[in-house]
């Protein structure tokens, strides 16, 4: 129960399920975001000296919106993984607040880029036979067709389908390009796009793109998290390493005194619990028992008697007023 809990020991606040202090871990979540910033503002960069050369951003009416906002995410997530790698050193809550705010504002736009991109969609053609036969027999020369709209995307394609159709036709004529023999490059060529056609279907493509979000989303919302506990540790007295008192600490309210009125009540509990005859007085007797009960190392060190009897040539009361008296 409570009373029995060793308030006087430090509690270690972890992350990744005990794996890393708190404060190694918001310095690795901050590395992670300096990384995954420094790539996509490459990739952003790259397509922006080489158009063409990736992929198409999103719909080509608001393409560019997009590309920039991909770009603006990276240097974000650059600035804000160093600064959360060394704010973590010495953590102060105001710089942890405006550190959450940021991952927070990283995440909105992945969700806003990523329902811009996914929810856009086109009216998609295919053409059959006038007449229904066997697929095969439909390929035949001079069997009449006619344009329908796609069954299998009655409400509309993905436009990100056409745009990764756009980077399976770049991909393979960029293989074939590249072989020696002139007369191997048509078939080549056809070979690849059929390869790329059947490894990339469009429910395939979207059901990755999907997954892409949830996974960026997920990983977004742990590192707020992670820097929301850091914070709360931080305000409640801790460094990201060890903190005062335990974990059931962190649920009290602040309060508007804030961090050094807690401190206070968590020392004001740790006499009480010292003081077991409640005089207001904290003896010898009274902490060697406590510190016997609480850490391993005096275990049994109580019932060791003194081989001097001379009393100590200096003594001290700690009173429950708070002061400390001494005479030598």
């Known amino acids: 129960d409570d009373e029995d809990k060793p308030l006087l020991a430090m509690t270690a606040t972890t992350s990744f399920g005990g794996l890393f202090s708190l404060r190694v871990g918001i310095r690795l979540v901050s590395?992670?975001?300096?990384?995954?910033?420094?790539?996509?503002?490459?990739?952003?960069?790259?397509?922006?000296?080489?158009?063409?050369?990736?992929?198409?951003?999103?719909?080509?009416?608001?393409?560019?919106?997009?590309?920039?906002?991909?770009?603006?995410?990276?240097?974000?997530?650059?600035?804000?993984?160093?600064?959360?790698?060394?704010?973590?050193?010495?953590?102060?809550?105001?710089?942890?607040?405006?550190?959450?705010r940021a991952h927070f504002i990283i995440a909105l736009i992945i969700l806003v880029w990523f329902i811009l991109v996914l929810t856009p969609r086109y009216i998609h053609y295919t053409s059959v036979p006038y007449v229904p036969m066997p697929k095969s027999l439909?390929?035949?020369?001079?069997?009449?067709?006619?344009?329908?709209?796609?069954?299998?995307?009655?409400?509309?394609?993905?436009?990100?389908?056409?745009?990764?159709?756009?980077?399976?036709?770049?991909?393979?004529?960029?293989?074939?390009?590249?072989?020696?023999?002139?007369?191997?490059?048509?078939?080549?060529?056809?070979?690849?796009?059929q390869v790329l056609r059947t490894l990339l279907p469009c429910s395939h493509v979207l059901y990755g793109f999907w997954a892409w979000m949830a996974l960026s989303l997920i990983w977004?919302?742990?590192?707020?998290?992670?820097?929301?506990?850091?914070?709360?540790?931080?305000?409640?007295?801790?460094?990201g390493v060890m903190m005062i008192g335990s974990f059931e600490d962190l649920n009290k309210p602040l309060g508007v005194e804030g961090t050094r009125l807690l401190l206070r009540r968590q020392v004001e509990d740790i006499f009480k619990n010292m003081d077991t005859d409640e005089d207001g007085k904290l003896s010898l007797a009274e902490l060697l028992k406590y510190l016997g009960e609480t850490s391993t190392m005096y275990e049994g060190v109580a019932e060791v008697e003194d081989p001097d009897p001379d009393p100590p040539k200096s003594t001290a009361t700690l009173r429950a007023s708070g002061t400390l008296k001494g005479s030598r």
């Open 31 to 100: 590395w992670l975001t300096a990384i995954e910033g420094g790539c996509q503002l490459s990739v952003w960069l790259l397509d922006l000296l080489t158009p063409g050369l990736f992929f198409r951003w999103g719909p080509a009416s608001y393409e560019r919106p997009l590309q920039m906002a991909s770009g603006i995410q990276g240097a974000l997530s650059i600035a804000v993984g160093i600064a959360g790698y060394y704010k973590a050193m010495k953590p102060k809550a105001e710089a942890l607040v405006r550190l959450r």
């Open 220 to 239: 977004r919302t742990y590192v707020a998290y992670l820097v929301s506990h850091f914070l709360l540790v931080v305000r409640h007295g801790g460094d």
């Open 138 to 193: 439909s390929r035949l020369p001079g069997i009449p067709h006619m344009l329908v709209v796609d069954p299998e995307w009655p409400q509309g394609k993905p436009t990100v389908c056409k745009d990764v159709v756009h980077i399976k036709e770049r991909l393979a004529h960029n293989l074939r390009e590249k072989l020696k023999y002139e007369v191997l490059k048509p078939v080549m060529g056809r070979l690849y796009r």
